[in-house]
């Protein structure tokens, strides 16, 4: 019999790599049924059927409850027949082999699509499942009904009910049927922890770090550290027909430079997309801002407006502190509010 995840959170709470919570112990069942049922032989005998595939799992609920964790030591126990991936990263790389598959004049691209995941991979574990691109809310039904046909397990966290996925989206009466597949083949479990281990993790901790010297890019790497727990990926956010690449990401925790997100020619679409895919942003290195880069101010004022409206966690090094970040040139004065908000995301538990 495979190992269970009941019995690897014990190992772990024991040696007190984690902290023992009753709303993580009560989803450990339903992974260990996966488990369980991943050990069954995918094809049938001579004169046996295969067994069907398990139910997938869906995994909800608020920010820094544990999700992630479960998924990776769920993960672990999976080995190669599981690929974790996050979810906007997965549904970039199904666009781009639709497309491709257009090119070449395929029927239904989603078809080749869907049988080149299925025939790589038993398990896909998605972190942090949520649509708001219309492109993905109108492929996402036809392509996991496909994906669970051909006896691929599901298994995802999201930060909301599958009944909220692709609210007030547009034309979102033809995403309906998918919230209604995901119902029937995975089982919907609510994560609801009353603790946020990410808050704690960020409790008392310092999220603006001024000026951004040596000293501040070592505090910002040990709050990387014990955010990301050392494992980071590539989120490519598709906007309006374009890409928006965050090279370090990981569990809802991006980093990026000042110059990264606010030196290119990025709008507003692109920082509301931002806000609402991450749930927190470290940005490094805002330097003094002024006449000399009046246009990199700007992005950065409606950056931090994005942010601020999404209540997105926002960990900074600057080259001045808030007030004296932009003295002079047009926009200064403007830039109060930026500033005083700069001030308000610092407080302790803000955009929990």
């Not at 991979?121 to 046909?149: N, P, Y």
């Not at 597949?181 to 704690?200: I, N």
């Not at 980071?232 to 430079?257: D, K, M």
Request: include cysteine; aromatic fraction near 8%.
């Amino acid at each position: 019999m495979s190992e269970r995840l009941s019995d690897l959170y014990a190992a772990r709470v024991a040696e007190g790599q984690i902290e023992a919570d009753a709303a993580q112990e009560d989803a450990l069942p339903e992974f260990d049924r996966i488990l369980e049922a991943l050990e069954q032989p995918r094809k049938g005998g001579l004169f046996r059927k295969a067994p069907p595939p398990p139910r997938g799992l869906y995994l909800w609920g608020g920010v820094g409850r544990g999700k992630s964790m479960l998924m990776d030591l769920f993960v672990e126990l999976c080995e190669a027949r599981a690929r974790r991936v996050h979810f906007h990263a997965f549904m970039q790389e199904v666009q781009e082999g639709v497309h491709a598959e257009r090119k070449k004049g395929t029927e239904d691209p989603i078809k080749p699509v869907a049988k080149g995941i299925s025939d790589s991979v038993r398990v896909l574990a998605f972190d942090e499942m949520q649509i708001t691109d219309i492109a993905d809310a109108m492929i996402v039904g036809r392509l996991f009904e496909k994906l669970f046909d051909a006896g691929c397990v599901v298994v995802t966290t999201s930060n909301r009910v599958p009944d909220d996925l692709y609210k007030d989206g547009l034309n979102r009466q033809l995403f309906l049927p998918f919230i209604a597949l995901l119902k029937e083949r995975m089982v919907v479990h609510e994560l609801a922890s009353e603790r946020d281990y990410r808050q704690d993790r960020l409790a008392g901790a310092e999220s603006y770090f001024s000026p951004a010297n040596a000293e501040a890019r070592s505090e910002i790497e040990a709050v990387w550290d014990r955010l990301s727990g050392g494992r980071e990926e590539t989120l490519t956010l598709t906007v309006q027909g374009r890409s928006l690449e965050l090279a370090r990401f990981s569990n809802g925790v991006a980093r990026a430079s000042f110059y990264e997100l606010c030196g290119k020619a990025l709008g507003p679409a692109d920082y509301l997309k931002l806000a609402e895919t991450v749930r927190v942003l470290i940005l490094e290195n805002v330097p003094q801002l002024g006449r000399s880069n009046f246009n990199e101010a700007k992005r950065f004022v409606t950056l931090i407006d994005a942010l601020y409206e999404a209540k997105t966690r926002l960990i900074v090094s600057a080259a001045a502190e808030p007030e004296y970040l932009y003295v002079e040139g047009s926009g200064a004065f403007e830039f109060e509010r930026t500033a005083s908000r700069l001030r308000e995301m610092q407080s302790e538990g803000w955009g929990a």
